[in-house]
């Protein structure tokens, strides 16, 4: 059966790219792409994580973990050729472990993504109760989700880029979910300075299904302090408005006049302490926004980042339909990153692209119904240049 997410996800995806597998291990040639490995600690129970490094050669590596699938560092130059980490997160497993299940650094997010009001959901004439772990609400897939999974890697290359293959199967009925889930992430570096992610899952029950990486960027590197004074421009003309708990009201409302327009950019700080009950809401933007596509599930461009000091511009574009724009509001200094600085509010920001929060509650938004037989498949694409 055709996917319900019907898209041109597989040239995003980066699977076209994918051509023979990498034996694990193997390392680095020359000055063109290689991928390496090593061992990053030990789960409380015992189970072994891995730390992959990824290069292009051409200035760009990221490290990703087999926990969460987390990417831990994004090495991007500058304008001068200098490259620096531009992702937060932290540099042991222990605090990913301990930390990360108040900001989900780096992370992969599933089964489903975001928020879904009360937990609950109904599918095909059968109620489910999901875990509240927000307020009243279920989110990032609940007390356990993929974020704190431990995947397994398979490194992949073709000409010119370099990835890795992570697979999680996740049961029938974990964290309450129906089907048996079979999800594959594949994060490729390639030689044009782009980070891509191809998502793919399959089940064997109809259930709901929201897949994103929740990296917090801060393009002049993490742990320089905030990153308010990045430039934003986002492809979209309207938002969805939340109620007091982050649950989309329903109506999508238009940008136009509000501080939520990025149709042309502006720096994330400018407006972010209008007097706005939106903002108020989220304590700064914690918003999902509706992208302009032409066709549901065609590569769009999502957002266009650039940095005035290091002259950094990070480009996102997507298959899916909405991202969640996130300016770090809950980074409270409580928590010491991969460089030893502490996190403060608003010291990077998530540009999470993914459906819409509480999709199961809202059938006028895109579906996030996967069935067997359907395939969900997504693209993101982080591609990074500078001015
Ligand atoms: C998402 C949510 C935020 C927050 C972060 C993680 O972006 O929308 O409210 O929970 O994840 O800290």
Redesign the pocket.
């Known amino acids: 059966m055709k996917s319900v997410f019907a898209l041109a996800g597989a040239m995003l995806a980066g699977s076209a790219l994918v051509v023979s597998a990498l034996p694990a291990g193997a390392s680095p040639t020359g000055g063109g792409p290689g991928i390496s490995k090593e061992a990053f600690g030990n789960m409380p129970d015992g189970t072994k994580v891995d730390r992959y490094t990824l290069s292009n050669g051409q200035g760009m590596r990221v490290r990703i973990l087999t926990y969460g699938g987390i990417v831990q560092m994004l090495e991007v130059p500058d304008r001068r050729g200098r490259s620096d980490n531009v992702v937060l997160g932290f540099a042991t497993l222990k605090d990913y472990v301990d930390n990360n299940s108040?900001?989900?650094f780096g992370a992969l997010v599933g089964r489903f993504a975001?928020?879904i009001a009360k937990g609950r959901f109904s599918l095909d004439g059968k109620s489910y109760q999901l875990a509240v772990n927000?307020g009243p609400n279920s989110?990032?897939g609940g007390l356990k989700g993929f974020d704190k999974r431990v995947w397994r890697a398979e490194p992949v290359r073709a000409k010119g880029a370099v990835g890795l293959r992570l697979s999680y199967t996740s049961a029938d009925g974990e964290e309450s979910y129906p089907g048996t889930l079979k999800t594959t992430v594949t994060y490729t570096l390639t030689g044009r300075n782009e980070l891509r992610i191809g998502y793919h899952a399959t089940t064997d029950k109809a259930t709901v299904v929201n897949l994103t990486n929740?990296s917090y960027f801060n393009l002049a590197g993490e742990g320089t302090g905030g990153a308010y004074d990045h430039r934003l421009e986002l492809n979209a003309d309207r938002y969805t408005p939340v109620d007091e708990t982050?649950i989309p009201l329903g109506p999508l409302a238009p940008v136009k006049g509000t501080p939520f327009d990025f149709t042309r950019p502006h720096t994330i700080g400018e407006r972010i302490r209008a007097d706005d009950p939106q903002l108020i809401i989220?304590h700064g933007y914690?918003h999902n926004y509706v992208l302009n596509q032409r066709r549901p599930g065609e590569p769009t461009r999502a957002a266009r980042v650039t940095e005035p000091a290091t002259g950094r511009v990070m480009e996102v574009s997507t298959t899916q339909p909405g991202v969640?724009f996130?300016s770090a509001?809950?980074l409270d200094g409580s928590l010491v990153g991969t460089s030893g600085h502490a996190y403060r509010q608003g010291d990077g920001f998530?540009l999470?692209t993914q459906h819409f929060p509480d999709s199961p509650n809202k059938p006028a938004f895109p579906s996030t119904v996967l069935r067997p037989g359907q395939t969900f498949d997504a693209g993101t694409v982080y591609a990074f240049s500078t001015r």
Request: overall charge negative.
């Open positions: 108040g900001p989900y975001n928020r927000n989110l990032h929740h982050s989220g914690d969640q996130y509001n809950f998530a999470e």
